[in-house]
């Protein structure tokens, strides 16, 4: 049985004879590895050099680009310009914006509910930014005349809070119009309204920055004819390579600690296993009095009928499934759970190791943000500490050996290497099936082992970038990190660095890094409100080599890395 965990590459010629186009494989490589095809990019540029194109997006965001033959797609979060992320195509050869679609997964609810919840949140928005634009004019005024003008228009406008600013106050929570309930900063009419009718919306980021990773984290996937998205509202949609919406599917989740963004708005990204759309959500978390459980759910790539969806208890992290074959089975694995694909059967949970039973007890197989890799029936999954409420637990790699019999699994760990401390630091995972051979960054360290043994052949430091995962190209290993001001990024510029190393000495070959630029008008407002704090740090992704083409993105643009 073949597993199709596919991307996305053009030739649309190809496509009009009906023939699926070849794809990067988004994230994770055309096979789910971390590792792409070659040739080797070049290993030398900067803003001035070996750039070949550069193209400014709506906003920033963390998904990774997805090539579909001679196009890029890629989402941005929303912020002044849009109410919904925005699903973007670009031309391959010179970064020209072919089409733009923002996804907005109120569309799926029917009218006039549609319309409805969609009022009260473009109002919400509205006075969001008004309340962000008149803070920034209150603190950049050069006079007291200036300064009551701005009160007075914020007064006139219903936020009264407007009257206690004065000059070097921080907090926009403290002048908007809106109720701390919640997140602190919407209307509490707004809050009890959506909370009760169970309308997912977000905000997009506030003064100090976006909640965490914003609702455009997961990946773009395609299997060649078209390309699908998921978010962290719970929206699933087709799009076709020309930008018409096919489908477009809203996830009913229970409610979390507030309506306006899921508290656990990092879920990872979908895959297509055959002609199935794979995504999994986590849960929220235990004793919140909106809690549930995670699950995983199968759609039927033509049409978006739902097939089935897996309860999968109180697991809470964001990992993207990982498909395997497992005696002829399609099966797709999150998070200690073993799913049969043809019917979302539960097959099984993965067995923790002793060390892992003794410090989590009851609290159940936690799998860490750092998506897992296969080779044949072996599984290779990160157990992680993070947030699993026992900082400084022992937690490390585990390798086990899958197989299907009937509705059960078979399952042995073949070998298991913990590490010490915490996992302040995600442990990020590529596997070169050819050499036979486990890449396992940690922060600033990778660790490679045997995949049969787990015996650590090497080891060499890199760009220490906390949940940035590296890539392996042609001998290459690319690893970056983001730079500048804020939590373990130094003094650098603010930006983007990538470091490219011999996968197989750890040399340093070159790094080039790519800086954030000032904005204009209402994007200068943007930024400003956007790098007040930390956002920034999640404005990066995982880059893309394809064709001897590096595709980086840094915060809100687009790069593509090459010889002229």
Known sequence: MRILLLSGLVALGALAAGEPLPTSGGRRGPEGTGVFPGPAPVVDFAEDRNVLWRTPLPNWGCNTPLVVGDRVFVVSEYGWGATSPIVLCLSLADGRILWRQEMDHLDALAEPERSEAKGWRDREVANLNLSHRLFHRFHAAEDDAERERVVAEGTAAGMPGFSRLRAGRRNIKDVSPFARSGNGVLRRDTYDTCRDRRWFWYMGWRFYGTIFTGQSFPSPVSDGTAIYLYNAFGAVARYELDGTRTWLQFLDIPMHSHPFGPTKNIVGS??????????????????????????????????????????????????????????????????????????????????????????????????????????????????????????????????????????SLRQELVWSSPFGGNNECNSCLVIDRRAGELYVKRGGSVRVHDVQTGQERRRFTVQSGDWDSPILVDGLLLSGRSTGEGRNRGTEPRGYRLGIYDATTGEERASGQLLVAPGEGDKAEQRIAQYAETSWNWGNALPVVWQGRILLRSNDALYCIAAP
């Open 270 to 407: 979908p895959i297509i296993v055959g002609d199935t759309l794979v995504v999994s959500h986590p849960g929220d978390q235990a004793g919140d009095r909106r809690a549930h459980s995670s699950f995983m759910v199968g759609f039927d790539l033509a049409t978006g009928a739902e097939r089935w969806r897996t309860p999968l208890g109180e697991t809470e992290r964001a990992e993207t499934p990982t498909a395997l074959d497992l005696d002829g089975t399609a099966v797709a694995y999150v998070s200690g759970h073993v799913v049969r694909v043809a019917d979302g059967t539960l097959l099984g949970t993965l067995e923790q190791p002793d060390y892992v039973r003794a410090a989590r007890g009851s609290r159940g197989f936690v799998g860490g943000a750092a998506t897992p890799v296969t080779m044949g029936d072996l599984l290779f999954v990160v157990d992680s500490a993070n947030g699993a409420g026992k900082r400084g637990h022992p937690y490390g790699v585990l390798a086990y050996r899958l197989g299907v019999t009937g509705d």
